[in-house]
């Protein structure tokens, strides 16, 4: 077709569209169509952009005949009834070959289902996992995409160029089949949730115990981001917490509405994690922790409930900040091994062969979780592609070796204290259940037996068991 003249062409001209489109536009090489339902948004991408020398459609056959073949389109359209309503419709004017990229933040499940059905067209599609926000969107994102292999070929060499860039290599690679990009970016999400939450209960713990002042705080965790814990995360608290209320001068922190939202997919990591049997109880703290906090009415009924009789306070304050940074350190060490845990469990439920090491390795740049601690992540699934858990590589048992003593006097702290460390606590007691030697399951399986006749396995011969309980029934 003599129109043809976009190599790649994006749908949906919101913040992320828009912002992932300028991207590709700014890369050598790359002609963009770009296409939105109301073209009101088409025309101000167009306004604000003529260096991107966009090719606007304003129908999506116009879209389909501007791009060249096999056709890519990537739709960055609101996730649900938007992006179904896309795909019907590229679907009716695509051929086969060509290639539909969602990069929405869709349920993995819904991703499965739409390439099975798409895939009867002829046409690949390609659920992706985009994270990095608006700026990793116009600068370089982390990039998941599931679907086929096939079209990764055509696909990986664009998505490579877009992509956040660690160490010279591009933070994107072929995740798995049909859902298995989206699968990855939720749970990259989850833990983002985890993360968030730990270092709000560090937050929370060196305010209360020391005294010191949100901006005293920030340059706790500055300091703490040209150590071990250097992340996205940690730098973004400091500038949260240096920030100044122009109009009052009170720190902004205090000012802001302490309920905690979220747009589900925290949700939908625990949701599967409990579907497929994996604790990812740090995960799912943090997740409840903000629910916790939306909900008025409960707190305000239990303000006036006790707390401990003793009031709290520090001796040594250094010492004490110390031990948190270690116990955020071991704790977070927990979140990822639940997460590594999660991917690996729906890997094998999904029939996905997804490579840990290169999950590690593209979530080192472009997205929320970025850190250094993600180099020790793909080393340790180099050394042993195996491992069973990825807290016991030897690497973070070293980690938790050194930090476990404080980790414990910081959650006892906390306990004491009467402030509240979900997260901080239940990482511990995962740490603590996983290398328990005997567990009381033992006694949940004799209860089972009791009052269900579940039957129970034992310790020294072969065989499933029943007793006859002499209980009063
Ligand atoms: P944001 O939160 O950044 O605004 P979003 O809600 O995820 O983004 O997505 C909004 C985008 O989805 C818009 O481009 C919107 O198109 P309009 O500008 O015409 O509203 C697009 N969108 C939502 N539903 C759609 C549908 N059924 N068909 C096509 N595009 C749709």
Redesign the pocket.
């Known amino acids: 077709e003599s129109t043809a003249q976009a190599n790649i062409g994006v749908?949906?001209?919101?913040?992320?569209?828009s912002n992932l489109a300028r991207n590709l536009a700014s890369r050598e090489g790359n002609t963009v169509a770009i296409f939105?339902?109301?073209f009101?948004?088409t025309q101000t991408v167009l306004d604000e952009h003529p260096e991107a020398e966009f090719i606007p459609a304003s129908s999506y056959e116009e879209f389909a005949a501007s791009l060249s073949k096999p056709r890519t389109a990537i739709i960055?359209?609101?996730?649900g009834?938007?992006?179904?309503?896309?795909i019907d419709?590229l679907t009716s004017v695509f051929e086969p070959g060509d290639i539909i990229v969602d990069g929405?933040?869709a349920l993995f499940t819904d991703t499965i289902r739409r390439e099975k059905a798409v895939r009867e067209t002829g046409i690949n599609f390609v659920g992706t996992g985009i994270s990095g926000g608006e700026e990793g969107a116009l600068l370089g994102p982390s990039i998941m995409p599931g679907g086929s292999a096939e079209a990764y070929e055509t696909l990986g060499p664009i998505l490579s160029s877009i992509a956040a860039v660690v160490d010279g290599v591009p933070c994107v690679t072929h995740v798995g089949t049909d859902g298995a990009g989206h699968f990855v970016k939720m749970i990259h999400n989850g833990i983002e949730y985890a993360d968030m939450q730990l270092i709000a209960e560090a937050y929370d713990l060196i305010r209360r115990g020391t005294g010191y002042s949100p901006a005293q705080i920030a340059d706790v965790f500055t300091e703490w981001n040209k150590g071990e814990l250097e992340s996205y995360l940690i730098e973004i608290t400091a500038e949260v917490l240096k920030q100044v209320d122009a109009s009052t001068g009170t720190p902004l922190v205090d000012l802001i509405l302490d309920q905690a939202g979220s747009k589900g997919t925290g949700v939908w990591t625990v949701q599967n994690a409990l579907d497929l049997g994996i604790p990812v109880s740090g995960i799912a703290e943090a997740v409840f922790a903000r629910s916790l906090s939306s909900k008025p009415a409960q707190r305000a009924a239990a303000s006036a409930l006790p707390g401990p009789a003793e009031p709290w306070g520090v001796d040594n304050n250094e010492a004490f900040i110390e031990d948190v940074r270690r116990a955020l350190y071991a704790s977070k060490i927990v979140a990822y091994s639940q997460g590594f845990d999660a991917i690996v469990a729906g890997a094998e439920q999904y029939g996905w062969d997804i490579k840990k090491g290169d999950i590690a390795t593209i979530w080192r740049g472009g997205c929320i979780i970025r850190a250094q601690f993600l180099n020790r992540i793909t080393e340790a699934y180099a050394e042993d592609p195996g491992l069973v858990a990825l807290i016991t590589a030897p690497y973070f048992t070293a980690a938790v070796t050194g930090a476990q003593e404080s980790w414990r006097q910081v959650v006892a702290h906390a306990a004491k204290a009467g402030i509240p460390a979900p997260a901080f606590s239940s990482s511990l007691s995962y740490y603590d259940g996983l290398r328990a030697d005997r567990l009381p399951a033992a006694l949940v399986q004799g209860q089972r037996d009791f009052f269900g006749a579940h039957t129970y396995k034992r310790v020294d011969k072969e065989g499933t068991f029943h007793t006859l309980w002499s209980g009063d029934r």
């Open positions: 749908v949906g001209m919101a913040v992320m569209g939105n339902r109301s009101e948004k960055m359209v609101q996730a009834r938007g992006t179904d309503a896309v419709a929405g933040n």
